[in-house]
T-cell receptor
Framework: AQSVTQPDIHITVSEGASLELRCNYS??????LFWYVQSPGQGLQLLLK??????LVQGIKGFEAEFKRSQSSFNLRKPSVHWSDAAEYFC??????????????FGQGTILTVHP | NAGVTQTPKFQVLKTGQSMTLQCAQD?????MSWYRQDPGMGLRLIHY???????DQGEVPNGYNVSRSTTEDFPLRLLSAAPSQTSVYFC????????????FGPGTRLLVL
């Protein structure tokens, strides 16, 4: 069965610093990968997604992610963090085939704290 | 488009009570699903539907029922609430044949005493 691991439960960075959130997946075929962000008390907002093609994908709010098949990773990055980026971030993989078609499997989430 | 809407936003129940969490979408999406979110566990799939009249179980279906009589609506029923069902519930929808992105509602926060 597919799985997603986010090794970091909580990350703290200073405003203006760079950010990398890690995501590793286990999936037999070429994965469809997503990053979602959840601000406190809010729903989930899609940051970016990877289906195929260029392995470096750009998203909203200045985020990008790189798909590395050899490492089974899809890490999220941002060159300069803003205080408004403080939120919880979720990595997810989509099932494409059979009876699991359309299902999303989520990682445990990474809480980002931004210090001024 | 309103997107995915959920009602209520917050609910308190006593153990053994029943209730229905409502979910609706106006994007003509075939696929709809319910997740629960608990601290440190991410989102876990409860039930999903690939179209009107078709539903199936997800990862944590026990204690929950669903039905899909229309494309737009996908209610989640708790027949006899338990404290273990205290959680935040999210509904999502997508059109897998057009765009694999799942769009999420704002969530329902449920407290079972």
């Amino acid at each position: 069965a597919q799985s997603v691991t986010q090794p970091d439960i909580h990350i703290t960075v200073s405003e203006g610093a760079s950010l990398e959130l890690r995501c590793n997946y286990s999936y037999g075929a070429t994965p469809y990968l997503f990053w979602y962000v959840q601000s406190p008390g809010q729903g989930l907002q899609l940051l970016l997604k990877y289906f195929s093609g260029d392995t470096l994908v750009q998203g909203i709010k200045g985020f990008e992610a790189e798909f590395k098949r050899s490492q089974s990773s899809f890490n999220l990055r941002k060159p300069s963090v803003h205080w408004s980026d403080a939120a919880e971030y979720f990595c997810a993989v989509l099932n494409e085939g059979g009876t699991s078609y359309g299902k999303l499997t989520f990682g445990q989430g990474t809480i980002l704290t931004v210090h001024p | 488009n309103a997107g995915v809407t959920q009602t209520p936003k917050f609910q308190v129940l006593k153990t053994g009570q029943s209730m229905t969490l409502q979910c609706a979408q106006d994007m003509n999406h075939e696929y709809m699903s319910w997740y629960r979110q608990d601290p440190g566990m991410g989102l876990r799939l409860i039930h999903y539907s690939v179209g009107a009249g078709i539903t199936d179980q997800g990862e944590v279906p026990n204690g929950y029922n669903v039905s899909r009589s229309t494309t737009e609506d996908f209610p989640l029923r708790l027949l006899s609430a338990a404290p273990s069902q205290t959680s935040v519930y999210f509904c999502a929808s997508s059109a897998p044949d057009r765009d694999e992105t799942q769009y999420f509602g704002p969530g329902t926060r449920l407290l079972v005493l």
